[in-house]
């Protein structure tokens, strides 16, 4: 079975940055995209970015294009996500989550049952 393990949360600044981490076992993981997903408060799970296997292509939400970076290592099995310059409105549970397939990650399309424990990220005074 595939697990993800999401971590590097916690409480910043606006204006601030953190580096989240995900650790990704059951899979062989160079060979699978992988995207970042976010749930704040009273809100739906949404897309904020994704990487292809080989890391040749990235895809950003809009909201955080220019302000997030996701990068990858494969001999980690590890995908980061690289957020700067944080609003309250980045206040959300962070997940992980693999494509199963390129038109998957083209569509931002996530594995339903994939989805790890999460990382809170809370951007507050």
């Known amino acids: 079975q595939v697990q993800l393990v999401e971590s590097g949360g916690g409480l910043v600044q606006p204006g601030g940055s953190l580096r989240l981490s995900c650790a990704v076992s059951?899979?062989?993981?160079?060979?699978?995209?992988m995207g970042w997903y976010r749930q704040g408060p009273g809100k739906q799970r949404e897309f904020v970015a994704g990487?292809?296997?080989?890391?040749?292509?990235?895809n950003y939400a809009d909201s955080v294009k220019g302000r997030f970076t996701v990068s990858r290592e494969n001999a980690q099995n590890s995908v980061y996500l690289q957020m700067n310059s944080l609003k309250p409105e980045d206040t959300a549970v962070y997940y992980c989550?693999?494509?199963?397939?390129?038109?998957?990650?083209?569509?931002?399309?996530?594995?339903?049952?994939?989805w790890g424990q999460g990382t809170q990220v809370t951007v507050s005074s």
């Open positions: 989550n693999p494509y199963r397939s390129l038109k998957d990650y083209l569509d931002r399309r996530p594995d339903s049952g994939s």
């Open positions: 059951g899979l062989t993981f160079s060979s699978y995209a």
């Open positions: 990487i292809t296997s080989g890391s040749d292509h990235t």
